[in-house]
């Protein structure tokens, strides 16, 4: 939609005005009595209603009965702020409170009655998605080396919290540079799912092997430091590591697809 500025004030002080389609004003209930939230997000700028409600949703325990933990997460990673379960049963309503704890980092549980809850979002001001980002990263790395059974089953449950996490961030907040976020969204998966690859391997006892977590490494290295040289360097060693370690070749396709995440966030 291609629109006209409109200039306003005198030469040397012009401010511009453009208008804002009235579909768009009418469905959100707007009038010039109302305000707007305008973010500059990279070269977008970005208009919301100023008191934006927050995003509700029901969910109903008969009709969800295996798989409603399953929807809460999603609704989380899609940025709703409140849910209400209904027609669960004690049991159930105790399991999704352990479940929030261990996957859903801000949400809390309130109104709990026989058969109902409702989980709202009471996080603090959000914290910064690229060093959450990097802490990934950082637990992947040493997941792959640690020995300790229960420092490998603390270090899943951060990570999949923290992948959780920033997808919400990403939904809710968005990104600087705003033409990117899926591809965040998409390496905040990718490293979930290494991780994944790497406590599978580690529950089969199979040998992970140094080499594919020096790969990993690298990757991180390079998403931090990228130049095109070494980003080749990278995948010829991917490629003769893929030859020499079909034990591990699932785990060097999620590193690859890390690295093609990398080459399109940073190239």
């Known amino acids: 939609m291609e629109k006209k500025l409109t200039a306003l004030g005198p030469s040397n002080r012009k401010s511009y005005n453009i208008t ?3 579909d768009w004003v009418r469905e959100r209930g707007m009038d010039k009595t109302k305000r ?34 399953r929807a809460i997460s999603m609704l989380y990673k899609q940025g709703v702020d409140e849910i209400r379960v209904v027609h669960a049963s004690p049991k159930a309503i105790n399991n999704l409170a352990e479940f929030i704890e261990k996957r859903c980092i801000g949400f809390e549980m309130f109104d ?43 270090l899943d449950k951060s990570m999949n919290k923290l992948a959780a996490f920033c997808h919400r961030l990403l939904v809710k907040q968005g990104h600087h540079e705003y033409d990117k976020v899926l591809k965040y969204a998409q390496l905040c998966a990718e490293l979930e799912h290494l991780g994944d690859e790497i406590m599978r391997s580690k529950k089969e006892k199979s040998k992970i092997g140094n080499a594919c977590m020096d790969m990993f490494d690298d990757a991180y290295k390079l998403y931090y430091k990228f130049t095109p040289v070494q980003y080749d360097k990278v995948q010829e060693k991917m490629r003769d590591l893929t030859a020499k370690h079909h034990h591990a070749t699932s785990m060097l396709k999620r590193i690859n697809s890390i690295l093609g995440m990398v080459y399109a966030l940073r190239a």
């Not at 939230?37 to 009709?63: A, H, Q, Y």
């Not at 009655?113 to 950082?138: G, N």
């Open 20 to 22: 804002l389609p009235i």
């Open 36 to 69: 707007a939230d305008l973010s500059i997000v990279g070269d977008t700028i970005v208009v919301r209603p100023f008191k934006k409600e927050p995003k509700r949703k029901v969910i109903d325990v008969r009709e969800l009965k295996i798989a409603h933990d």
């Open 112 to 154: 709990q009655t026989k058969d109902s809850c409702l989980i709202k979002d009471v996080a603090q001001p959000a914290e910064d998605f690229h060093v959450l980002l990097r802490r990934m990263f950082l637990i992947n790395s040493q997941l792959g080396r640690e020995k300790d059974p229960q420092s490998i089953d603390n």
